[in-house]
T-cell receptor
Framework: GAVVSQHPSRVICKSGTSVKIECRSLDFQATTMFWYRQFPKQSLMLMATSNEGSKATYEQGVEKDKFLINHASLTLSTLTVTSAHPEDSSFYIC???????????FGPGTRLTVL | AQSVSQHNHHVILSEAASLELGCNYSYGGTVNLFWYVQYPGQHLQLLLKYFSGDPLVKGIKGFEAEFIKSKFSFNLRKPSVQWSDTAEYFCAVNAPSGYSTLTFGKGTMLLVSP
């Protein structure tokens, strides 16, 4: 089946620094990728939709200058959390849409802890 | 806008019991329907999906779901659960156009006791 990877799986950083998370589709091309946050014991909250070669579409309430998304190729999207604060600590999950099956496949997630 | 409602937040069953998890959605047009599963410490995995055709769909690990259009429902079922089915189950829908953004339910945590 389709595989999506994320890197890193865990990251701990100091407040004020920036963190980049990578999302890759390993065996299919993904013109569209999605970034989610998952809070403990809650469902996934869509942050933004990333389209290859164009600007990301952010959900209401998500700061585009804080969560920078780049989708430079058909297999890679990156999320950069800029000037991270403790409240940004969360589990960030990406998914990639396989156009041939119109199905999203999810990465394993990245646990971000901001001290 | 689409919305998804999962009726039970927590379900506790004994092994070999039958399972049915409810999912209702709200959307005026054609939808694609999905069930994802998240095992402890693992990422979301696709369990099954419905796009069109036979409203009874079969997925992996003995799961099935039935799409009832008149009830806007897509309930997940398994005749006999196993301890290894302990996980969180998410129902999701999208409209088959545009970016196919998924809308998730809040999830149901299933605990199967041996």
């Amino acid at each position: 089946g389709a595989v999506v990877s994320q890197h890193p799986s865990r990251v701990i950083c100091k407040s004020g620094t920036s963190v980049k998370i990578e999302c890759r589709s390993l065996d299919f091309q993904a013109t569209t990728m999605f970034w989610y946050r998952q809070f403990p014991k809650q469902s996934l909250m869509l942050m933004a939709t990333s389209n290859e070669g164009s600007k990301a579409t952010y959900e209401q309430g998500v700061e585009k200058d804080k969560f920078l998304i780049n989708h430079a190729s058909l297999t890679l999207s990156t999320l950069t959390v800029t000037s991270a604060h403790p409240e940004d600590s969360s589990f960030y999950i990406c998914s990639a849409r396989d156009r041939s099956t119109d199905t999203q496949y999810f990465g394993p997630g990245t646990r971000l802890t901001v001290l | 806008a689409q919305s998804v409602s999962q009726h039970n937040h927590h379900v506790i069953l004994s092994e070999a019991a039958s399972l049915e998890l409810g999912c209702n959605y709200s959307y005026g047009g054609t939808v694609n329907l999905f069930w994802y599963v998240q095992y402890p410490g693992q990422h979301l995995q696709l369990l099954l999906k419905y796009f069109s055709g036979d409203p009874l769909v079969k997925g992996i690990k003995g799961f099935e779901a039935e799409f009832i259009k008149s009830k806007f429902s897509f309930n997940l079922r398994k005749p006999s659960v196993q301890w290894s089915d302990t996980a969180e189950y998410f129902c999701a829908v999208n409209a088959p156009s545009g970016y196919s953004t998924l809308t998730f339910g809040k999830g149901t945590m299933l605990l199967v006791s041996p």
